[in-house]
């Protein structure tokens, strides 16, 4: 049986790293049609509809694209620590200790890293935007997968330190929840860890 999580609330943004960050920027303003919120010459910030800063990070660094993070939203400030403790008990480790949030968006948080090397960012009291219309924009995250060589183990380290829940499993994937949506994060089966894709919530099938 499936529940909300009561240390996460909900999947707020995700971090890449590209190797030309123009390319990548005119892709996602002119393909997907997200909004610049804020740049520096190596990191653009973008955001959707809804109320989220950004729900896309990129940052220029040299080598194939890969995932840097995924940042999720504590339900409360208390859930950090919680998080934090949770992690070293599930095998994972604490990558970065509480502290403020100095990029755009702000907040506190704690970033940690699974057994297999997955980063992961739990941020609380970050900063809420004025949610605009765009007919054909994404409004949010709507999940991200994440490939692994062992599914269950990385399943077992979100259910203890994230406190998901399995919302459905097949073959070649575990889809885990944190709230009312039916997945948030989702593991799939592959023998590496790499990200796997990421997917927009858009407004309707016409956009």
């Not at 007919?135 to 990385?154: G, K, T």
Request: aromatic share 4%.
């Amino acid at each position: 049986m499936t529940h909300s999580s009561s240390r996460v609330s909900a999947l707020r943004s995700v971090a890449l790293t590209v190797p030309d960050l123009v390319a990548a920027e005119h892709f996602y303003t002119t393909i997907w049609h997200l909004d610049v919120v804020s740049k520096t010459d190596r990191v653009i910030y973008f955001r959707g509809t809804g109320a989220d800063h950004h729900l896309l990070a990129l940052h220029q660094e040299q080598g194939p694209a890969k995932i840097r993070c995924v940042t999720l939203r504590a339900r409360h400030l208390a859930a950090l620590d919680e998080i934090a403790q949770a992690a070293v008990v599930a095998g994972g480790q604490v990558v970065k200790p509480l502290s403020e949030v100095t990029e755009p968006g702000g907040g506190v948080s704690v970033k940690i890293r699974d057994p297999d090397g997955r980063v992961f960012r739990l941020v609380h009291g970050d900063e809420q935007i004025d949610p605009v219309h765009a007919p054909d924009m994404p409004v949010r995250l709507a999940h991200v997968v994440l490939n692994s060589h062992r599914v269950e183990h990385s399943r077992a380290f979100l259910e203890h330190a994230l406190d998901f829940s399995l919302a459905d499993r097949t073959r070649i994937m575990a889809f885990m929840r944190c709230n009312h949506d039916h997945r948030s994060l989702a593991l799939g089966d592959t023998d590496n860890d790499a990200l796997n894709h990421v997917a927009f919530l858009m407004p309707d099938i016409d956009a």
